[in-house]
């Protein structure tokens, strides 16, 4: 489906109107053209996950228990094992 | 979520607590008293342990961040996914043929699906599979086309029910509206950015931003 010129917001609209979920206002077509570059940006850009937020990534881990056990012996060193259901490293877990 | 100390031969020491960062520590700290490691830098280099796969080479590789907008417990890190467009995936994104500006089309809805099934908050169900959507759209519209460079803005919606936990039946209404910008050259990938301006799951409002990322290549 394709056109021009006019978008068929009404479309979408329409189609949240009548089932939507999203609370009582619609927020479709509330950015101008003129803001839309600039504000997807900053707000993509806003939604990273900040540094405090990943801190798991300042352990040194490595993600099998074979190479853990020849450095833990390598090193002398004892193994912190974290096991889990999911994707930590994601936070889909 | 378990965690263990194990000595360095790999034989089990401990059953580390996880209830509280303190209660971790504090066992950590018996640990080192217990096998008196030699201090020193980490063994192997602590680096980003959520990144890009791999994927060929003229694939467009999303990564995306959702987040509920409570804190603590499970809105306290936000959730991340990488998604993969192969070319064919992504070439349906894109009109046919030349384009000018405020043409509008819309967006391929199984390539569309792929990204918004994503769109859920943190959830110990992670079941993304694209069947849960009920409605959804993406529309193009060109704001502008210079030097054959196209940006065209993007607004859409998705609709779906989303299980918190695995297994559960009682599945909440999920509604997201999203804004976004394409930016592509004819036939070739095109660079994604989209934003919810408004999402809910249940009775939990949350937000999610998705950016093309560059990834390391198959081949």
Known sequence: MSGQPRPPLTVLVAALLLGSVVATSCSLGTISDARVVRWVEQTVAERQAPPEDKRFDEIAWVTDIRTAIELGKEYNRPIFLFTGNGRINTGRC | VRAYVLSPDGHPYYVVPTGSAAETLGMLGQAVGQFKPTAGEPVVSPGPQSVPPAAPADAVTLHLVSRGNDRGSWGQFP???????????????????????????????????????????????????TDRIEKHLLIARALTVKDG????????????????????????????EVVGVMTFAPGKPPSLELATTKAVHGQRWFTVAVRTVPHPTTR
Do not use: C
């Open chain 2, 149 to 176: 460079v196209v940006t065209a803005r993007i607004d859409g919606y998705v609709m779906m029910h989303h299980v918190f936990y695995p297994g559960r039946k009682d599945a909440q209404p999920l509604g997201a």
């Open chain 2, 79 to 129: 959730a991340e996914n990488w998604i993969v467009l192969t070319r064919e995936d992504w070439s349906k994104l894109l009109p046919t043929g030349d384009v000018n500006p405020g043409q509008w089309w819309e967006l391929d809805r199984g390539v569309g699906a792929k990204i918004l099934t994503y769109f859920y908050p943190q959830t110990e169900n992670n079941d993304a599979s």
